[in-house]
């Protein structure tokens, strides 16, 4: 058969209604509005993106930061991959069934609650870095259609009492990310695999929630964020090799 995945696990092309009905709901939406629409801004101009690294179609800017001592350089990506569409992007980014199969940094992931299908709120924790402690994490995330052939996951950190930070052995981090993808084909063809090329940009703001080395953190994003972006777009084509195009 051809339809080898189940088209209704795809993002929904609009708002799932049991999202607009939750307490996160306008938080959810005030957030992900924002970072789409910054997602997309250039990084000329003035606020001082510095390019540290680049591979192909991939580039990569950060802005040092430091809050409280602590660096939280906000991360800028921009990649183009061939042959896959933003909906397909963002539905192995978003759906947890896949995340062990391209995420290196987890060492586990819990669905805290699935509030809709596009939406839910995720617990993970990270690999430790010598000599820093461990890190957990306690985000929504959310995937929604924009306009033109664009779809976008927006992760955000929250709170639940059944997850209280600080307790254990991990020091809670703070993140807030945005992958957007906005597909293109040649005006007048039909898109296919063949034509459809999709321009990529992912944001990244972590702050570590406690002490972490300034010199280790940054050597450690800049080794692993060009090797996630490169690893999650590669596995996506690999996933999609062979099946219909979801546009
Ligand atoms: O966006 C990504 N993944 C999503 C799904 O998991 C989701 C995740 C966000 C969490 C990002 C924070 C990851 C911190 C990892 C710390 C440990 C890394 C260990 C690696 C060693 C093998 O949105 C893709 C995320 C790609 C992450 C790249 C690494 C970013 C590092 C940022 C600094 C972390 C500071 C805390 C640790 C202090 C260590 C000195």
Redesign the pocket.
Known sequence: SVHTRDQVELPPPAIDNRLTVHSLWQEIDRISTEQIQAAFEGVGGEIGWQLFAEEGDMRMYRREMEVDGMVTDPLKAMHKVRGVSAREMCHYFFNPRY?YEW????ETMTIVEEISSDAMVFH?T??R?WP?SQ?D?LFWSHVRAADGHTYAVT?HSTVNSDYPANTGACIR?F?T?CLACRSEYPRGQTPSRDNVTTSIAYC?T?N?GGW??AG??RA??KR??PK?LKRFTGYVQEQCRGKPLAM
Request: proline letters at 7%.
């Open positions: 995340r995420e290196t940094t987890l993970q990270f690999k870095i820093a890190r994490a992760n981090l993140v990310v990244s972590v570590p972490a080395p280790v953190l450690v994003y692993e964020y996630f």
